[in-house]
């Protein structure tokens, strides 16, 4: 896998990971693959093309996704390259409605006055079922504002942020040490912070950021510890596929691979989310952990109890029937409707299958915490969530 990746990726192919080629997983990607509709087309085009043209203003540096540059070797290539305003185009094998491309593009030299317009076309270009070619074309406009426009911060969607920043950062995997990824993840964070915080300088506790920015740290801190960056614990064809599925998947998806949902489900009521956090594992709860790749039914010990036990003789086991089922129908659901299907793990508390969901958690309670008020711990020596936003406060309120 990591010896295909590249041609997989350029020519818009399809790659699963799996144990056998009799396994169910291999079986629905085949099938999700030649999927039909109503008059027996492939759900796929082929031989497309898009063009990117902007006006004056914008320089075009480049797309990461499915695609190769019909201009240039490499996808991503620098601002000098390719000079202010112009036409840019890359080639995509194949195309559906789920292919996704991150484009990027910059301020150039000449500097636009704010509330002047500019535009950026896209022009489609793919060959239908019938042969013939087909092209759509989209513009979009937008105005230039000032650098302390409110407008900046009404517009930002730190989601769409947080997924472009992973590919840029598996982009440069590829050429740079993974410490030196995290350093410029860091670096980017605290200017980024710096900018769009409010804040008196040298006084870290008075740091705020707005709404539309508040979770952007966060996805950071969960992207830092991902196996996108964090190989370690990855073969380098699980590191190629990891790799490939983010620079493809579209926002959602990426946001549920960078930082994983948690929910919880118990006699109180119906499931509810709840933080990625060592706290989150309770002795009365089942916890549904999704990771995209995999998913994490964790049961509490009291609840794994039960289940081991003859819960029949019980005079509320219909309320834990219920309780034990929830989680598995959602998983179900999960499993169905996603390509390639995500590996399913049943674990009880305290078992060696909870590494899969205690390996992304926060760790707010560790060896070395003094008060866990008879929480679960977390042997590591990673920084918290907590202990992270306070480190990127004191470093964004510095003169």
């Known amino acids: 896998m990591a010896e295909l990746k590249i041609p997989v990726e350029s020519s ?6 799996g144990e056998l080629f009799e396994s169910d997983q291999f079986r629905k990607c085949m099938r999700y693959m030649f999927n039909r509709d109503e008059e027996g087309n492939v759900k796929m085009y082929f ?31 620098s601002d000098r390259e390719t000079g202010e305003g112009g036409t840019y185009i890359w080639k995509l ?95 980017n964070l605290i200017c980024f912070a710096s900018k769009f915080g409010d804040y008196i300088q040298e006084d870290p506790s008075s740091f705020r950021l707005s709404s539309n920015f508040s979770l952007y740290p966060q996805f950071m801190y969960y992207l830092r510890r991902s196996q996108f960056i964090d190989v370690l614990n990855s073969t380098p064809d699980e590191t190629a596929f990891f790799h490939l599925m983010l620079n493809r998947e579209g926002v959602v998806g990426s946001l549920i691979m960078i930082q994983p949902t948690l929910f919880q489900y118990s006699f109180d009521g119906p499931a509810v989310p709840v933080l990625l956090d060592i706290r989150s594992i309770s002795p009365d709860v089942i916890l549904l952990f999704d990771s995209y790749f995999n998913l994490v039914i964790h049961y509490g ?82 920084l918290s969530l907590q202990d992270f936003i306070d480190h990127l406060q004191t470093l964004a309120v510095k003169a």
């Open 12 to 17: 818009g192919g399809f790659m699963m990971l």
């Open 301 to 382: 010990s009291k609840i794994a109890q039960w289940r081991r036990l003859d819960y029949q003789k019980d005079p509320n086991h219909e309320n834990l029937r219920k309780l034990l089922e929830a989680p598995e129908q959602d998983a179900e659901q999960l499993v169905s409707e996603r390509v390639p299907p995500p590996k399913l793990i049943k674990c009880d508390q305290h078992s060696s299958q909870a590494r899969f969901l205690l390996a992304k958690l926060n760790p707010s309670v560790t060896q070395n915490s003094t008060y866990a008020n008879g929480s679960e711990i977390i042997l590591t020596d990673d």
């Open 47 to 77: 031989d497309a093309t898009i063009e990117v043209v902007t006006t004056k203003e914008v320089k075009i540096c480049g797309a990461l996704g499915p695609c190769v540059s019909l201009r240039k070797k490499n996808i991503l290539v």
């Open 93 to 187: 094998g194949t195309l559906t409605s789920k292919t996704s491309m991150a484009f990027f593009f910059e301020v150039g030299d000449m500097k636009p006055h704010p509330g002047s317009a500019f535009f950026v076309q896209f022009i489609t270009r793919y060959r239908h079922h019938n042969m013939r070619i087909r092209k759509r074309v989209t513009t979009a406009a937008r105005r230039w504002v000032g650098n302390k426009s409110p407008e900046l911060t009404a517009g930002f969607d730190q989601e769409a942020a947080a997924s472009v920043m992973a590919r840029l950062a598996i982009y440069r995997t590829e050429t740079c040490h993974a410490r030196d990824v995290v350093r410029w993840l860091d670096d």
